[in-house]
């Protein structure tokens, strides 16, 4: 299910929860934390941070976090996605979780912000078109 818009304050209320979730990234290599938040067709809300490991590779982006969190409490149908970040540009999705997305929500409405209340909005089929499925 993808809806046409969130209202101002469901897009701020998924903004501030990317935000908070943020605050619990571990990210000491690259110093750069970023916390996404995903909302269900069921009205839930849920939270990722990235969480970096000393082996680079191994690490996982807050999208892709939000996401498992989502499926593994049995909950696929995707409405919106928040990521925050601290940059001078809201930061939009990695390659790898704009595919890790489509799987389950091509039409996803994405909420990029920055801790400078910047915002962006687009759909997911806009940032990763022609997409593998
Ligand atoms: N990162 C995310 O969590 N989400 C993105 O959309 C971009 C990148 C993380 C991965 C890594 O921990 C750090 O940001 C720097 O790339």
Do not use: W
Request: include cysteine; charge should be negative; charged fraction near 15%.
């Amino acid at each position: 299910m993808a809806e046409e818009h969130l209202t101002a304050a469901q897009q701020a209320e998924l903004l501030q929860a990317a935000e908070e979730a943020r605050k619990n990234a571990y990210a000491p290599y690259s110093h750069y934390q970023v916390g996404a938040a995903l909302l269900t067709a069921s009205g839930r809300i849920y939270t990722g941070c990235n969480i970096e490991n000393a082996s680079y590779g191994a690490t996982i982006c807050a999208e892709r976090v939000a996401v498992a969190k989502a499926v593994s409490a049995g909950e696929k149908d995707f409405v919106a996605l928040a990521v925050v970040a601290d940059s001078t540009q809201p930061g939009s999705p990695c390659g790898i979780c704009r595919q890790f997305l489509v799987e389950f929500a091509p039409q996803l409405l994405l909420i990029m912000g920055n801790l400078q209340g910047q915002v962006k909005v687009g759909r997911l089929d806009q940032y990763l078109p022609s997409a593998f499925n």
